[in-house]
């Protein structure tokens, strides 16, 4: 495939807002994740929650304001990605610019407040409530389409946790056909009590801290996140560029269950097969794996299966859930960032609270952080239900 050049990107967690902040702690090896104070949640467990989202959104999108929306517009201002997109629009033209956006949850605790407020009192919702601008699963790419002044294709993916991932092909797809000349691509995802107890039902959120690949490992930590993006197909590269590309990407569905990955990793293995082929690169030739690694015992040991089965037990490899959480949604983008952080720093972070590993695993898990050229970064995003992506990242050429 031809190359899809990454111009710009931003991400925003519970590490911190902005590239900096990210780089600073995976250097560090400091997580984001703290003890669960969220909302009216009584759950024991560790959350990774964004700071900073108390502010209202600006009153010419104030009918868009919730939880998710004003953690997009935070991560929006970060990295001066709105001068970068205002660039844009002068090269382009607003309506040859997409926005693709990826969330599982979009304002969903927007609806949580609206029902606790109703319940025993009126069999209607709150007047304040609005359905469609925040609820709604396509709220967010409306969101930044209007944040961003874009008038172009836009679409929201909901694919559980691969969603942010599969933008990326979303983009080049709507690029090869000549819908969009570039596109903003990203993900964002927000805590709620849902997706809290949801997981919690299923025995499936750790009551100690989010450890991947570890021989105890008890589960997932929920966390939430932004993350942007902009691609463009040009071959021209701006000053203010950053030298970085998507080089292939692969996608595939288990067809295994509707939550459990298939034990042995086959849809895993196709979608980095897919990734590789389309990227015309071999096993060898990826200095580092950014695994989905939720810490789950099921994921991180399909995970593995699949991993072995191509890569071997040498590709350096780890999960950085353990910084940030599993920002469900948002997991494809923000670990595109910090794939694109490891190979502009010549960084492999370690797979952070990772204090055994578990011996049923063959691939090579970072239990340090590593400091080495990094050319090649493959980036996994498995999601609920097994719709997995993977994405090759790499430096434009």
């Not at 990203?186 to 025995?203: A, E, I, K």
């Not at 197909?233 to 292939?248: D, I, R």
Request: proline letters at 4%; glycine letters at 10%.
């Amino acid at each position: 495939m031809s190359l899809l050049r990454i111009s710009h990107h931003t991400l925003s967690s519970s590490l911190g807002h902005g590239r900096a902040a990210h780089w600073e702690a995976l250097r560090a090896g400091q997580s984001g994740l703290r003890p669960a104070h969220f909302d009216t949640s009584d759950i024991q467990c560790y959350v990774g929650e964004v700071t900073g989202l108390a502010t209202a959104l600006p009153a010419e999108l104030r009918q868009f304001d919730c939880r998710n929306n004003r953690l997009a517009w935070l991560g929006l201002q970060q990295d001066e990605f709105l001068r970068a997109v205002e660039q844009l629009r002068e090269r382009y033209g607003s309506a040859r610019i997409g926005v693709f956006m990826g969330t599982s949850t979009a304002g969903i605790h927007a609806a949580e407040l609206a029902y606790r407020e109703s319940k025993g009192k009126t069999a209607s919702l709150p007047d304040w409530f609005d359905y469609r601008h925040t609820q709604n699963l396509f709220s967010i790419t409306d969101f930044v389409a209007h944040a961003l002044k874009l008038t172009g294709p836009s679409l929201a993916i909901s694919t559980a946790c691969s969603s942010s991932a599969k933008v990326f092909a979303a983009a080049y797809r709507s690029m090869q056909m000549g819908h969009c000349d570039a596109a903003i691509v990203g993900g964002v995802d927000s805590l709620c009590l849902t997706t809290l107890y949801g997981f919690n039902s299923l025995q499936l959120v750790s009551n100690e801290v989010c450890r991947p690949a570890d021989a105890q490992r008890k589960g997932i930590s929920i966390g939430e996140a932004a993350g942007f993006a902009i691609v463009e197909k040009s071959a021209a590269m701006t000053e203010q560029s950053l030298p970085f590309a998507l080089l292939g990407y692969g996608e595939s569905g288990d067809a295994h269950h509707m939550s459990s990955p298939d034990p042995q990793g086959r849809g895993a293995a196709a979608a980095m097969h897919l990734a590789l082929q389309r990227a015309q690169a071999t096993p060898e030739q990826i200095d580092y794996i950014n695994l989905h690694g939720t810490g789950t015992q099921t994921n991180d040991a399909a995970e593995d299966h699949g991993v072995y089965s191509l890569f071997g037990a040498d590709t350096p490899c780890s999960s950085t859930k353990g910084f940030t959480g599993h920002t469900l949604g948002a997991a494809g983008i923000v670990e595109a960032g910090i794939a694109l952080l490891c190979i502009e720093q010549g960084f492999m972070p370690q797979s952070l609270h990772t204090r055994s590993k578990d011996p049923a695993l063959h691939t090579n898990i970072l239990m340090h952080p590593r400091n080495a050229p990094v050319q090649k970064v493959l980036s996994n995003s498995f999601g609920f239900g097994g719709s997995n992506c993977s994405l090759l990242f790499g430096a434009a050429r």
